[in-house]
Nanobody, 126 residues
Framework: QVQLVESGGGPVQTGGSLRLSCAAS????????GGWFRQAPGKEREFVAA????????AYADSVKGRFTISRDNAKNTVYLQMNSLKPEDTAVYYC???????????????????WGQGTQVTVSS
């Protein structure tokens, strides 16, 4: 099993930046994919970004391309989400997720992930 611990959320003004962290503990796999999803009040959970820890492959939602960057530190078993140029519409609870293996066609699918963090609130004020 894998346990995910998220940190880095908080309030920020429009145009500001935040760096979210997702630290994994427990069993580690060679093809570990890390993902970030977010859910705003009254809306469905949506895909933000994903990264393959073994292959360095990444994927982003169109809404965050050019503003968000997903990265990893394998030595620390941690996935990061650097969020720049934040907008009020980025306000949501951000969830870290993990799955075994990279399958490009499903990395944006909520149901494709095996483990989830508790979520961290990001609030962007205008």
């Amino acid at each position: 099993q894998v346990q995910l611990v998220e940190s880095g959320g908080g309030p920020v003004q429009t145009g500001g930046s935040l760096r979210l962290s997702c630290a994994a503990s427990g069993r580690t796999f060679s093809s570990y994919t890390g993902g970030w999803f977010r859910q705003a009040p009254g809306k469905e959970r949506e895909f933000v970004a994903a990264i393959s820890l073994s292959g360095g492959r990444t994927a982003y939602a169109d809404s965050v391309k050019g503003r968000f960057t997903i990265s990893r530190d394998n030595a620390k078993n941690t996935v990061y989400l650097q969020m720049n140029s934040l907008k009020p519409e980025d306000t949501a609870v951000y969830y870290c997720a993990a799955r075994l293996g990279w399958v490009h066609q499903i990395v944006a699918d909520t149901t494709a992930y095996d483990y989830w963090g508790q979520g961290t609130q990001v609030t962007v004020s205008s």
